[in-house]
């Protein structure tokens, strides 16, 4: 032991640096290696059962789902699933898993599944039945929005989005807005998309129900 603690001390200040820049290396390299697994599997998921093409089950929704995945996947305004799930709504709360979100609620299980996922789903069908105009909780546009989703939050059909744009709607509406811009090679890309959305919204998009 005593000769294990000389030899610590024997350590350099540069060398226990650079031992705290690898273990912080590494740390990062296993988030950003979760992250894009996380982003994967979204994007095999949302392929093999063809969200593009909109009008989806609510059973289609799974435990690693976020409220915002669901919000955008769904065309249903995020604010509206907040107050059907009785959530304050926080950006950090729209990104965590619904399973995990269901744990930090303390709201067990409905059929061997987190009873968020049950209220989700009804919620999508409430939806559905009586559409309503929330305006964007995010109040800006954001890149994992879709077309649809913007026209459903803000009470602008979704036709004259795309007219407004210039740009085709047909299977184009439920894709995230950074997918379309660079499948349409819109010109200026994501960004100037986002900039043209945007000034639609702030022309015609209902206020907000929650500041």
Known sequence: MKNLLNRLKSVSLAQWLALALVILGLGVMIYKARGMLEFYKEVQYASQHDFAAGNLSPDLIRPWMSLRYV??????????????????????????????????????????????????????LAYRANPVATGLLEKQVENWMTMQYVANSCAISVESLFEGLNLPAQGNAYKPLNFLATETDYSGGPKALLANIQKIVDERCVKPAVP
Not at 76 to 105: C, D, F, G, H, W
């Open 71 to 124: 919000a955008a996947a769904f065309a249903v305004p995020q604010q509206y699933l907040y107050q059907a799930a009785n959530i304050q709504p926080k950006k950090e709360t729209s990104m965590i898993a619904i399973n995990r979100l269901n744990s930090q609620m303390d709201l067990g299980k409905v059929d061997g599944q987190p009873a968020l996922m049950q209220t989700l789903r009804a919620a999508i």
